[in-house]
Each structure stands twice: as C-alpha cells, then as structure tokens.
C-alpha cells in the first residue's frame, strides 16, 4: 500500500511537470504606420505618379523581436547567430543572441566591409571583412549593440544579448508563438532599435493569447 | 573778433565731436560689417542649399526619363525573371546607359533589377555587375516606387546621387541611378552663383575648393568640431579662422543624404571683413558708385557744412576783415599826408588800439620834432611838425622814419642837430696852436678797422653800407672832416676821411649845414665822439663837427641801422649826422648849377683867406692857440669840404662861416644852391 501511494505521488507530479511545459503563447504585433525614414533623408523622396509604392524591402516585421523575461534557469540556451552581409546590408538586421553568445558576420558582397559596434571602445573595433569572409564577435554581457560599417553608414544592424531562451520573430502577418512554461514573464517587443513595448504576461496552463500594439516612436525615442 | 572766435570754436567743437563719434563707432561698425559678412554667408549657405536641391530635382527627373527607355525595361524585366543570360541583358543595358550618358555626361549611371542587383554600370566600376545594392535606402526606396536623391562616399569620393523606379507597365521592373562626383566643377559653379569661394570636405579632408586657400588646412577640424551644430540646425554658425595673417570667415552645412555620415560638408568662405579705419572708409568711398549714396541723407550734412563756412566767413568779414582794411585805408592815408591822426573810435576793438598806438606815437614824435627843428636856413620855410598832414620833403613818411633818436642815426633828429649853430662856438683858435706846432702824428682813435692805409672813398663807403646792412640799427650819420687833421700835417688823411665821413644834411627844408664844433664840448655828444682836441695841446684845431640830423634817411642807403654796431661803428659817427636833401633840393640844386657857373678861383680864394682870418681872430678871442695853422693848409681843408660837398649835394657853392661852440672857435659849412 505504501509502495501504491508513492507511485501515485510520482506520477502526480510528472502530470503537474509536463502540464506546466506545455504552455504556449500566442500573439500578434501591430505595427504603428510607417513613419517617414529619417536617416541618411536627402532632399528628394517623391512617388512617382504612374504605379503606387510597394511596400519596403526587406519587411519591417522581420526586425521585430519579441522576448519573454522571467524564465527560470536552466532551461536551454539560445543559439549563436549568424549575418550575411550582401546587398549592402545586413541580413537579419537584427540578432539575438544568449548572454556570452556569438555572431558571424558573412561578407557576401563584392566589396569588403568594416564593420564596429558603436559607442564602443574595445568591443568589436572596426576591422575588414573582406569580400567572401567572416568576423565572428562574442558577446559577454546583455544588452543591445549597434553595428555600423565604416565605409557605408547606411549599413547597420542589433545584436540582442539577451538571458532568456523565450525568444519569437513576427511571421509575415505579425504573428509569433512561444512555448514556455507557466507563470509570471515580462513580454518585450523590440522593434526599430528599441525596446517599443515592455509589459507582465502570466502564462497559464495550456494557451495564452496576447496581441501588443506597438506605439508609434516619439521624437524623444529611438530612431522610428 | 568775438562772435567770429565763438563761431569757429563752436565748429571746431563739433567737428572734434563728430571726428570722435567717427572713432568711437568704428567697433559697432566694424562688428555691424563682420555681422553683415556673416548673414552674407548665412544668405549664401542658404541659397547653396537652394541650388544642391534644385540641382537634384533635376537629376531625378533625369534618372526618372531614362528609366523609362523601352530597352531597360525590357532588359531590366528579364533580368529580374532570372532566366534570362544576364550577360546578354548586362550588355544591352550598358550600351544603353552609354548611350544616355553621352548626353548626360554623368560620372556613374547604375542599372539594377527589380531586387536591386546590379545589371550595369557606366562610368565607375564599369566591368561589375550582378552585384546587390539593395541596401542603399536610394535604391531600396527606387525599387519600391520612390523617386528621390542622396549622397554617397564611395572609395573615398563624394557624389551625388538620384534614383528612379524603372517601371514595367505594372510593376517595378528594377532601378536606375545617376550620380555626379563633388568636384572642383562644382565649386567653380557655385561660387559663380554665390560669389563666395566653395570647399567640399568628406571624412576629415577637404575634396575640392574654388580656390587655394591657406586657410584649406583648418577646415576638417573646424568642420569636425562643429558638425554636431551643423546636423542640428542645418548649417554652422559664421566661424572665423585665421591663416597667414588673413582673416576668413566660414559657414558650413552637411550635404544631406546618407554622406553626412562621413561628414560630407561644403563650406562657404570669404575674407573677414578688414578693419574699419579712415583710410578703408576712404577706400569704400571712392569706389561706392556716387548713384548709390545716400544723397538725401548727406544733404543736411553738407548744407550745414557749407552754411558754417558761410556763417564764419561773414563774421571775419564783418569783425576782422573789414577793420583791418579800414585801418589799412587810414594808414595810408596817414602816410599820404590826407590825415594827421588814425580815427581810432571808427576801429573796433585791437584794431582801434593799434590806431591809438599810433597816435599816441604820432603826438609823441610830433611834439619832439617841435622841440628840436631848426629854423630853415636859405632852402626854404621851417619844415612842419612830425606828423604833419602837409607831406613835406624832408617830412617822415614812414612812421620808422620817427625813431628815436640815438647820436649814431640818421632818422630820428637829435634835438642839437637841429640847433644853429652857437655863435659862442667861433671861438678863434689860440695862437700857440695854430703857429707852433708841431708834426703829430694823427691821434689814433679806435677805429675797428685796423688797416695801415686809409681805405679808399669807395671802401668807406661801401664799409658803411655794409656795416648798416648787417646791423638793425639806423645807421650812423657821415662824418665831416676833422679840421684838427689838418693842423696834424696829414692833408692826405683828412681829405679821405672827409670824404669818407661825407656832408650832413640838415633836417627839414632848410640847406644842409656843416658845423665845425668846437672840441670838448660836452652837451650830449657820447664818449666814443673822438678824443678832445681842446684837451689836447696837440690839436691845432679843433674837429668840424657836424650835427645836422635828418628826419628821413638816406636815399639808398640799406640796413640804416646797421652803423649802430659797435663792432663797426667810426668813432666820429657821434660827432657828424648827415641827413639826405630832398629830391626838390637837389633839383634845384642841379638847376643853378646848369645856369649860373661856379665863381672864380680868385673869389674864392678871397673867401677862403676872409675865412681864415675869421677863424684865426675867433680863436684868438678865444684864447685858443693858432699855432701850427697855415693858410695853406686851412684853404686846402676848405676847398676839400667844399668839392665833397658840392659833389655830394650837387650845390652851386658853400659858404663857411666861423662860429663860436663852448667858447671855442669853429667852422659851419652850408651849401648854397641859388
């Protein structure tokens, strides 16, 4: 009888365990509109009157980062990242990255790039990659970190250094998914160089469905 | 003289305050100008922004017409359907952009497909192609249907670039860029329209400039520490920078687009403005066009200039002109004889106390002329008063001519040299004097001439003149011989020094009259007048001195003054005072000549020894010694006076009368022209 009761127990809290993994959030992120680009902004930037302007390449939505904090530890890790460089730019413009994770930077163009953090002084200097290779950078400490290229300012890109494994993109409809266990999270969305919305989330058992609004970037913020 | 003072005080007051106004906004105007030079550049930067954007807007519309060409779409559309040989579309799309691009004449024309690869490119990096520059948002937004311009730093060059969709019925078949290098050309360009010089800078140099500057060098790091203001507002703020001893002033503003990231600037430039001096206020003037001054504003300014000027010329008119010419009027007519006395109550102020002056001189001299004039002596009536309105020939016509009197001159009459001769002054000599004695040597007199030989007439002569041109002192009066020369047995001394001495002219109308003075007289002969021959028991006789003092000088004679020298002056100048004959009397003199010839030898011989026994008696009754005196010898001084004197006053004869002078016997030489 003994032996019956502590099997119960056991099998009890494997079904407490294994109902606490199967949470899973869902979730939309809306956009604010497209604000007017202000970098690098010339004199000149008119439609041109026969066809309508298509939508902006790559998609915005891809640069959308959405992070759930407050994960206990040990859970598994996020994987190093890798960016190719072709096109001039850097492709995903924005990486996430585990705490003491790394990041490849592939030099897919015909044309070397030096690539730095900014406002850094000792992580990742300017240095050329040329045409063809990579640079790889560790990263030690969490955090968000420009990187620029020397010979074409328009080339930029984030590298997130973050401590939780709950990491999700927006698909092409703005739509993410996370598996996580129950309990208490602070759900952040990254967007546009910036940490656009910060809020509590309590995962529940089975499902939970949140949809986040992402207001539209105030001069005092970062760059829209 | 008042009000004319006042006036040109109050003038010059304000011309002195207006000078230092002038000083004192030299700064606000000096900064009024650096201001000016400022908002100049500030205009310029503005017009440069103008003219970049407009110069864009053409670029694009440029890029937008040959994004249109049938062949590039076409060969854009293959292109980004990919199976298409992209060599063959390379090649027809670049024959194509060559094509424009001979009529562009752009640096870069690029081609790329609808995913923003490279088809082709003219002009910079010809042979490379299928490269992607989708991330130059330029392209990014052409491929999306935007039309625009930006600015790119590629391989160290600086361009500006335009884009245009490159559209295929309905969708976008890729994108077409043109860009032009920031030159020199553009420089030169914009400073033709902008008439500042033009510098271009990227990553910390300058790229190109309207001119080589020295000061070209400062401007990375001037740019660099200014580019923060420059992105916030959109230009620099005037910045002066000062190279080689030249001053520059300098307003920079980033080139918009995705360059100003590697601090493409182009920086306006022109000198400081200099300092603001007088000379640069000269300078600006004269090469202002007279059009364009303020003519309406000066107006006032120059009419009151000119009204100050008028204003002060009337009361120098009016206060010292107008007396000074009247009192000059007056002292002519004062020098004509027309007046007697300067209206001093019809000349105000200084003026008036110069007419007083010359009044109270005029009373002062009148009435020691009245004191001292002699009767006239057979040349006519007594000669008027000093002042008087009567001209008169021997009347002073110069109020010089009135000076006082000293023994030594000419001008001023002494009262004695008026005086007749003194009939106690016949004294006959003493018979001892003119009978016993002896050969003495000639006394010596300090002469301040040293030379052993007596020097000829003409030499005295022109010693005299010479002495009376060096010295401003009248002159002093020719002396007639010393008849006690005679008794020293030098006839040849005396005779030269008769005429070096010369006859004495009597003041006034009245002949010229010679006096033979007795010696030792001591009215108001001074103590250089010669040694006393009465004294002395070896004259045999006595000087002939004459005091015939003239109230006007000499005719020719020039530095009258000058015998007064001490240096030069004879020891008988106080003994013998000559005075000029009027022009009537040697007129007349020159006309009884003509007429009547001179008396005979034997008249004269006859007078000259009744002379002579005249003088001996008088000497005699004198109680002075004739010793040493011979007829001879006494006819040969007379008959030597006597030519001396006719030569020199052109009379018809002289008569000599013995008179008596502080009880001593002398001789009176008077020339006799009728």
Known sequence: ??????????????????????????????????????????????????????????????????????????????????????????????????????VEFKNDDRVPHTLYVEKATTLMPPAPTPAGQARTQKFYAAGEYRVRDEEFPHIDGTVLVVQTPYVARLDDKGAFKLDVPEGKYTLKVYYRDRWAVTQALE?????????????AATAAGAKP | MFWSKTWFLL???????????????????????????????????????????????????????????????????????????LGLVHKTVQE???????????????????????????????????????????????????????????GGKLYRVAASPVIAR???????????????????????????????????????????????????????????????????????????????????????????DHKAAYALIVPRQPAVTFGYLASELLSTDPKTLPWIQLAPIGGGLLLALIIGFLLMRVEAIGPAKRLARASQSLARGEITRLDDDRHPGRFGTVARSVNTTLDRLGSASRMTMTPPRGFGAAPEPFGSSRPEPFAPARPESFAPPRSESFAPPRPESFAPPRPESFAPPRPELLHERPPQ??????????????????????????????????????????????????????????????????????????????????????????????????????????????????????????????????????????????EALLRAAREVSQVAPNPAEAELEQEFRQVYRDFIETKQACGESTDGITYDKFSGKLRSNRQQLITRYACKSVKFQVYVKDGKAALKATPITS
């Open chain 1, 1 to 102: 009888m003994e032996a019956v009761l502590r099997g119960i127990a056991i099998i009890g809290l494997t079904l407490m365990a294994a109902t606490a993994t199967a949470a899973t959030v869902r979730g939309t992120v809306m956009l604010p509109p497209e604000p007017r680009p202000a970098d690098h902004d010339a004199h000149w930037r008119v439609e041109n009157g026969v066809l309508a302007v298509g939508p902006r390449v790559p998609d915005p939505r891809l640069d959308v980062i959405v992070v759930l904090e407050g994960a206990p530890a040990g859970k598994t890790q996020l994987p190093n990242a890798t960016v190719d460089m072709h096109g001039l730019r850097l492709d995903p413009r924005v990486s996430v990255i585990p705490v003491g994770g790394t």
């Open chain 1, 203 to 215: 995962v529940t058992a089975h499902s939970t469905e949140v949809n986040v609004q992402v207001p």
């Open chain 2, 441 to 582: 040597p000639v006394p010596t007199f300090e002469r301040p001439q040293t030379d052993t030989e007596p020097p000829s007439v003409p030499e005295f002569e022109n010693r005299a003149t010479n002495a009376r041109a060096r010295a401003p002192e009248p002159p002093a009066p020719p002396k007639m011989p010393l008849l006690s020369d005679v008794g020293a047995g030098d006839t040849s001394e005396l005779r030269q020094t008769n005429v070096r001495n010369g006859p004495v002219v009597t003041s006034g109308p009245a002949a010229p009259t010679m006096h033979a003075d007795a010696p030792g007289r001591t009215d108001t002969e001074p103590t250089n007048m010669g040694p006393d021959f009465v004294e002395s028991p070896s004259e045999v006789f006595t000087p002939i001195t004459h005091k015939i003092a003239t109230p006007r000088p000499m005719p020719a004679p020039q530095g009258l003054s000058a015998a007064g020298s001490s240096a030069q002056r004879d020891p008988f100048d106080d003994q013998t005072a000559v005075a000029s004959p009027t």
């Open chain 2, 96 to 154: 194509r952009l060559r094509y424009f691009n001979d009529k562009m004449k752009v640096d870069l024309v690029w081609a790329t497909d609808a995913r923003g690869r490279v088809i082709a490119r003219v002009g910079l990096d010809e042979q490379v192609y299928k490269d992607g520059i989708e991330g130059f948002p330029l392209v990014a937004d052409a491929l999306r249907g935007y039309r625009g311009d930006d600015t790119w730093s590629l």
């Open chain 2, 11 to 85: 003038v010059a007051l304000i011309g002195g305050l207006a000078v230092a106004v002038a000083l004192l906004t030299a700064r606000p105007m000096q900064r009024d100008l650096e201001h000016e030079t400022g908002a100049r550049l500030e205009r310029a930067q503005h017009s440069a922004s103008l003219l970049l954007k407009v110069n864009a807007r053409k670029w694009i519309d440029t890029a937008a017409q040959v994004g249109t060409d049938a062949v590039l779409v076409e060969a854009l559309e293959q292109a980004t359907k990919g199976p298409a040989d």
């Open chain 2, 170 to 260: 309905d969708h976008y078949a890729g994108s077409l860029v043109v860009g032009q290098e920031v030159a020199g050309e553009l420089a030169q360009s914009m400073k033709r329209v902008l008439d500042v010089d033009v510098a271009f800078l990227l990553r910390g140099r300058v790229l190109a400039a309207s001119a080589q500057l020295p000061m070209l060098g400062q401007l990375p790091l001037l740019v660099d520490q200014h580019f923060d203001e420059m992105a916030a507002s959109g230009r620099s703020l005037p910045l002066e920078v000062d190279q080689g001893g030249e001053g520059y002033l300098v307003v920079a503003a980033p080139f918009a687009g995705e360059a100003e």
